[in-house]
C-alpha cells in the first residue's frame, strides 16, 4: 500500500556549500535531503521511502561547534510503500525452488511464496523449473503472479522487509507470462 506521510527530518550541509542566497541554500538543503533519504531505505514503521513529494518547511540553522557544519530541521512530505497482512499484491518472480519461488513485489525483493500456499501447483524439475497447474498458466521465472500477503517481517540490519505470500483466495495465481 503506498502511504502519503509528512516527515521532520534534520539536514546537515557542510561549512563549505554554504553560499550566500537563500534560492542556493535551499537547492543544497534539498540535493542534502533527497541523498539522505534514499540512503535511509526503509523503516519499520513507515516501509520504503519512494519519492519526496514537497519540502514543506525548513528551520532555522544551528552551528555545530566541533565542524562548523549547520543543522537545519525540516519538514517534507513524501510517498511510501508498506505491505499489511491480508493485502493483495502482484509480483514478478525471479527464482523458482522445489519448495517455492521468491518474487519482488515493488520494492520488496524477497517475498516468498511456499508451494504449500499454491494450492494444485506441482514443481516440474527441468533446465527451467517452473509450477504447474491444470486450470491457470504455469508460474515460472519472470511471471508477473497476484497474491496475498500472509506475514511480514523487519529485517533491521538489511532495513527491508521480508513477505510470505500465497495464492489461497479468489481471483489469485499468475496474470502474465514471458511465453503468453
Known sequence: MFLKVQLPWNVIIAAENLKPGS??????????????FAV????????????????????EG???????DVLFPVVFNAITFKIFKGEV?????HKVLKHG?????????????????????????GENPYFMNQKMPKIAKDVKVRVVVIGTKWMEAEREFQALVGLEGDYLGPISSPDM
Open 101 to 125: 519461488v521468491f518474487m519482488r513485489i515493488g520494492p520488496i525483493e524477497n517475498a516468498y511464496l511456499s508451494s504449500s500456499k499454491m494450492p494444485g501447483y506441482v514443481y516440474v524439475l
Open 89 to 93: 499484491l502482484e509480483g514478478v518472480v
Open 23 to 36: 534560492l542556493m541554500l535551499q537547492r543544497a538543503i534539498l540535493i542534502r535531503l533527497l541523498s539522505d
Open 62 to 68: 544551528k552551528v555545530r561547534q566541533h565542524t562548523g
Open 40 to 59: 535511509k531505505k526503509a523503516t519499520k514503521d513507515m516501509g520504503y521511502f519512494l519519492v519526496v513529494t514537497t519540502l514543506e518547511k525548513i528551520g
